[in-house]
C-alpha cells in the first residue's frame, strides 16, 4: 500500500520548458517532504526539501509547491536541462520517528536538446 | 570522502544460495537503512537501523535479514534468495538528529539477479 502517490511515472520536455512531478500523500502526520535526484548508475541524492509551515521553497531553477489541505505538493523544475534527465523522487517523513522516508513510485524526466 | 559503500555491484546467483550484500558508511551516522527499487514501485524499506544492535522492519522485510555489530557496518542478507527478490538494492545512511529528520545519504546500488 503506497503512502505517498507520484506522477507522472514518465515525462518528457524540451529544453527551456517547465517540469512538473506531482505527489499526493495519505498520511497527515508526515510533516517533512523531501525531493531526491538519481542519475543512471547513482543512488539518489537530496535535491530540495519543505516543510508545511510554508507553502514554496524555491532552490535555484527548482521549486517545491505544497498544499497541506489537498494533500499534495509537486516539483517545479524552470528551464529544464538535459542535465536535468535523471529518476526523481519524492518522499515524506514523520520528524519524530527519526530519518524513516516513505517514498513515491519515482518519475523518469528526459529533457530533449 | 564521506560516502556509503556497497559491495558487491553485481551479483548474479541462483535460488537458495546464500549470499550477503555489505554496506559501510564512513560518517559515523546512526541510522542506516536497506530499500530495494523496482520499476513502478519506487524505493521501498527492507530493515533499518536506528542504531547498533537496533534494528526493525521496513515496508518488505519478507526474505531478508540484517544485523548491526557496529556503527559503520549494516549487511543485508538473504538466506534462500528467490528470482522476486531479483532487483537493483541501495543502503543509505542518516544522523538520527534529536530533531528527527534529516538527509539521507545513499550508497551507489547492487543489483542482485537471482535465477
Known amino acids: 500500500q503506497q503512502q505517498v502517490k507520484q506522477s507522472p511515472q514518465s515525462l518528457i520536455v524540451q529544453k527551456g520548458g517547465i517540469s512538473i512531478i506531482n505527489c499526493a500523500y495519505e498520511n497527515t502526520a508526515f510533516d517533512y517532504f523531501p525531493w531526491y535526484q538519481q542519475f543512471p548508475g547513482k543512488g539518489p541524492a537530496l535535491l530540495i526539501a519543505?516543510?508545511?509551515?510554508?507553502s514554496e521553497k524555491k532552490e535555484g531553477r527548482f521549486t517545491i509547491s505544497f498544499n497541506k489541505s489537498a494533500k499534495q505538493f509537486s516539483l517545479h523544475i524552470m528551464d529544464s536541462q538535459p542535465g536535468d534527465s535523471a529518476t526523481y523522487f519524492c518522499a515524506a517523513s514523520i520528524e519524530t520517528s527519526g530519518s524513516r522516508l516513505t517514498f513515491g513510485e519515482g518519475t523518469q524526466l528526459t529533457v530533449n536538446p | 570522502e564521506a560516502q556509503v559503500t556497497q559491495n558487491p555491484r553485481y551479483l548474479i546467483t541462483v535460488t537458495g544460495k546464500k549470499l550477503t550484500v555489505t554496506c559501510s558508511q564512513n560518517m559515523n551516522h546512526e541510522y542506516m537503512s536497506w530499500y530495494r527499487q523496482d520499476p513502478g514501485l519506487g524505493l521501498r524499506q527492507i530493515y533499518y537501523?536506528?542504531?547498533?544492535?537496533?534494528?526493525d522492519k521496513g515496508d518488505v522485510p519478507e526474505g531478508y535479514k540484517v544485523s548491526r555489530k557496529e556503527k559503520r557496518n549494516f549487511p543485508l542478507i538473504l538466506e534462500s534468495p528467490s528470482p522476486n527478490q531479483t532487483s537493483l538494492y541501495f543502503c543509505?545512511?542518516?544522523?538520527?538528529?534529536?530533531?528527527?529528520?534529516?538527509?539521507?545519504?545513499f550508497g551507489p546500488g547492487t543489483r542482485l539477479t537471482v535465477t
Open positions: 537501523s536506528m542504531n547498533v544492535e537496533v534494528t
Open positions: 543509505a545512511s542518516s544522523p538520527n538528529r534529536d530533531r528527527g529528520t534529516s538527509e539521507q545519504y
Open positions: 519543505i516543510r508545511p509551515d510554508v
